[in-house]
């Protein structure tokens, strides 16, 4: 941390390159300045043709220079990037990368990254074909074994009307990223490649009559935060992804969408066939309606069907996944638990690994609703063997880290 903050409060440098993509930039600076953190922003001479330096001037609360011809008694080319406890370039585009990877220091952006020995965070945009071309790759390449952590650009529409991968990801997933990568510093290392990994995450809607269904919490924040970390360990990672609150859709991932815990079991038997690895995050309603009214129930004409409604339970897909389970594919379940007097949440945690036959199992306390939605988590990760090891708080993206350190050991050597 560095010594002119606050105690957990970090010195972030925002770099901002001159791409279209620039005025995102504007809410990364809000991300971190929300959660606490002091943020310098550095923009390239091209990035202000696109954003002012008065918006990040009044965002940041610092102010914004892009030459190393401002305030050269006190040596800012260098102490920018010394001071910083994080650099966060967004968007990095084809140019940017190019002059990064090549060590370049021809503005005040390219210095600092140049000195900067704390993390440094791409996150590229543009257009498809730039963003495919093998020399733009190469330098994502180079970047990497320099050290520095290029996010995946996300999926969709671009400037004008073509749609493709070079996306600039939103900031939301992009701050959160970058946060991990002070956290942990070992989240990303590249220990999936290669990996074929399926994660469900989300709740499941049970249909009770056409305008009704049986529901739960659960936001699928931890099920997307893993999808996040491992894409960026080098996996394929397939998301089978129910109810889930307004999300940042993991940049790399294939989405696969469902509704009820059936849909979900369908999906996650076609998809687990050849996995390498199966995550079971998603909530899945045990139980659904044993009948599903053609037209919606009426108050008074059927007083039966609404107050006594007969359930039947679903299919464990679990369970299914550890029964189909193909040689050293790695299974990990969740759960939920509240205490109650005769057991802690850990001791009925215990008992479902037992039951459900999986590699590890990620137990978290949700007694008063903890947990759900939230941007953190903490828990235990039970493992097969009898090991018990605690999970210590953090943003789900840091329980996803720790999560994947333990399931990466556990896969057969390629
Ligand atoms: O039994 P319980 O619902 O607490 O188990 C939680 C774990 O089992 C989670 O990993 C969840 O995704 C999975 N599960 C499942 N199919 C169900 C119910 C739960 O795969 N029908």
Known sequence: MNATCKAGTLKIVVGVAGGIAAYKAAHLVRYFTERGHDVHVVPTPAALSFVGAATFEALSGNPVSTTVFDAVDEVRHVRVGQEADLVVITPATADLLSRAAQGRADDLLTSTLLVATCPVVFAPAMHTEMWRHPATQENVGKLREHGSIVLEPAHGRLTGADTGPGRLADPEHIGAMALLSVARPGAFERNLEGRRLVISAGGTREELDPVRYLGNHSSGRQGYALADVAVHRGAEVTLVRGD??????????????????????????????????????????????????????????????????????????????????????????????TGDDNATP????????????????????????????????????????????????????SVAAAILDRAAALLPVN
Request: with cysteine; hydrophobic share 40%.
């Open 244 to 337: 889930t609150a307004e999300l940042p859709v993991p940049p790399g991932a294939t989405i696969v969408d469902v509704v009820s815990a059936r849909d979900m079991d369908t999906a996650v038997r076609e998809v687990a066939a050849d996995a390498d690895m199966v995550i079971m995050s998603a909530a899945v309603a045990d139980f659904r309606p044993a009948e599903v009214a053609g037209a919606k129930m009426k108050k008074g004409s059927d007083e039966d069907a609404l107050t006594k409604l007969v359930l039947t339970e679903n299919p464990d897909i679990l369970a299914g996944v550890v029964t189909r389970r193909r040689e050293g594919q790695v299974v990990i379940g969740f759960a939920a638990e």
């Open 346 to 397: 850990l001791d009925h945690a215990k008992v479902k690994l037992r039951k459900k036959g999986c590699d590890l199992l990620m137990c978290n306390d949700v007694s008063g609703g903890a947990t759900f939605g939230s941007e953190d988590n903490v828990g235990w990760l039970l493992s097969s063997d009898g090991e018990v090891s605690e999970v210590p708080e953090g943003t789900k993206h």
